[in-house]
C-alpha cells in the first residue's frame, strides 16, 4: 500500500533545484494532479488526498499576493511535509507584489508557483486576477517574469482557452460555445507570451470563462468542452508540459487525455469522490491493484485528527473534507450524516470518525490495516 504520509516525512522534501535557475529543467510529474479549489483544498484536504494518493500533485487553494504579503502568512501558507509534491497558486496582478508573495511561497519549501488566470468567479474578477487577466497578456507575461526572477521552482500558470464579458455580450452562450479565428489568436498571443516570459508548465482548463453575469456553475456546467484546442495547444507549444483540465470524472477519459497530454488536473471530482485518485494511481502503475483500503485512510485520518487537534483545529474542519471517501459504496449516506452531524458538536473527538467509518457496510468487509 502507499506510504502513510506521517512515514515519508523524512525523505519527502521540495523539489532540488541544485544550482540551475532554469526551472524548466526541475521534472515534476504532472500526469494526475488535484485543482486549486476555493474554500475546499486547504491543508486538510491536501493530507487527506495524500493518504489516497502518494504522487498525485496537489495545490492550495488560490490566495492572493496581496494577503500573502500583508496577512497571517502561518495561517495562510502552512502545510505538511507530506503533502509534497504541492503548490501554491496565487492570485494578482501586479508583478511585483506577486514575485515577493512567490519567493516567500517557494522559500516555505512549495514545489512550484501557479498563476491563477483561470477562474471566473466574481471575488476573482472584481480583484483583477482570475480569468479576467487573460484580456491582458503582457501584464501576464510581466508577472510571470517577475516571479521566476526570484524563485528557484518552477513558475506555472492556470488558464481557459478564452473569456468572454457576459455583461457586454448578448450572446454569450453561443460566444461560449465556438470557437473562432479571433479566439484563436488571443488565445495563441497569451500562451506565447507566458512561455516566452518563462513559464514553466500550463494547465489549460478546456472551456472559456464568461464573466460578470454567470455563476461558477454556470461556467463548469454551460461552456463547450473543447479538449481539441489544448491538444492544438500541446503541439504548438509542446516545449513545456500542457496539463488539460475541465470536466473529466473516470479513469478512462484520464487515459484517453494522456495519450496525447503531458497531465490531467481532476477538479470537482477528486473531491466528491476522492478514490478516483488511487484508481488513477493503480492505472497508471504507481501502485498495485486493491494495495490501499478506505479503511487503512481512515486509519491515517485518525491520527491526523488527534494530532491537528491537540493544536487547536476543529474536528469538522478536517472531516468536511473527508465526506466522499465512501462515495459509492454501501453505508456511504450513513457515513456522510454521522461526520456531517457529529463533527459540528462541542465536544466531537476523532472517535466519530472510526464509527462514521464502521457504519459503512464496506467498512466491516475490509481487511484491518497493516
Not at 222 to 248: A, K, M, T
Request: with cysteine; hydrophobic share 40%; net charge neutral.
Amino acid at each position: 500500500m502507499p506510504p502513510h504520509p506521517a512515514e515519508t516525512t523524512e525523505t519527502k522534501r521540495p523539489v532540488e533545484i541544485g544550482q540551475s535557475l532554469d526551472k524548466r529543467s526541475v521534472w515534476i510529474d504532472r500526469r494526475v494532479s488535484v485543482a486549486p479549489m476555493m474554500d475546499w483544498t486547504d491543508r486538510h484536504c491536501r493530507y487527506f488526498l495524500r493518504c489516497i494518493s502518494p504522487q498525485a500533485l496537489l495545490y492550495t487553494e488560490m490566495i492572493t499576493a496581496g494577503a500573502v504579503l500583508h496577512g497571517d502568512r502561518q495561517r495562510l501558507l502552512a502545510f505538511d511535509p507530506a503533502e509534497h509534491p504541492v503548490a501554491l497558486q496565487l492570485g494578482g496582478s501586479d508583478p511585483h507584489d506577486l514575485a515577493a508573495a512567490a519567493k516567500l511561497g517557494a522559500d516555505l519549501g512549495y514545489d512550484e508557483i501557479n498563476l491563477n488566470c483561470g477562474c471566473p468567479s466574481d471575488r476573482v474578477h472584481s480583484g483583477s486576477f482570475g480569468a479576467c487577466l487573460m484580456n491582458e497578456p503582457r501584464r501576464v507575461a510581466d508577472c510571470v517574469m517577475a516571479m521566476c526572477a526570484v524563485v528557484d521552482v518552477p513558475v506555472t500558470v492556470k488558464l481557459r482557452i478564452g473569456v468572454i464579458d457576459g455583461r457586454a455580450r448578448h450572446d454569450a452562450r453561443a460566444a461560449a460555445a465556438s470557437f473562432d479565428a479571433v479566439d484563436h489568436a488571443a488565445l495563441w498571443e497569451f500562451v506565447r507570451g507566458v512561455v516566452e516570459a518563462g513559464a514553466a508548465a500550463l494547465i489549460v482548463h478546456a472551456r472559456k470563462a464568461v464573466l460578470g453575469s454567470w455563476s461558477p456553475k454556470d461556467n463548469r456546467d454551460i461552456p463547450v468542452l473543447r479538449y481539441d484546442i489544448v491538444r492544438e495547444l500541446q503541439q504548438e507549444f509542446g516545449s513545456i508540459p500542457i496539463v488539460v483540465n475541465g470536466g473529466v470524472r473516470t479513469v478512462g477519459q484520464i487515459n484517453e487525455l494522456l495519450a496525447w497530454s503531458d497531465g490531467v488536473m481532476l477538479g470537482r471530482e477528486a473531491y466528491h469522490r476522492p478514490m478516483i485518485l488511487h484508481e488513477a494511481d493503480v492505472a497508471l502503475g504507481r501502485v498495485a491493484a486493491a494495495s490501499l483500503t478506505r479503511r487503512q485512510v481512515v486509519d491515517r485520518m485518525l491520527a491526523y485528527c488527534e494530532r491537528e487537534m491537540t493544536r487547536g483545529e476543529r474536528l469538522s474542519s478536517i472531516t468536511r473534507h473527508m465526506l466522499g471517501l465512501y462515495s459509492g459504496q454501501p453505508g456511504a449516506r450513513e457515513f456522510r450524516r454521522r461526520l456531517s452531524e457529529g463533527a459540528r458538536k462541542p465536544g466531537a473527538t476523532p472517535d466519530l470518525l472510526a464509527s462514521a467509518a464502521f457504519a459503512s457496510a464496506d467498512f466491516s468487509l475490509e481487511p484491518a490495516s497493516a
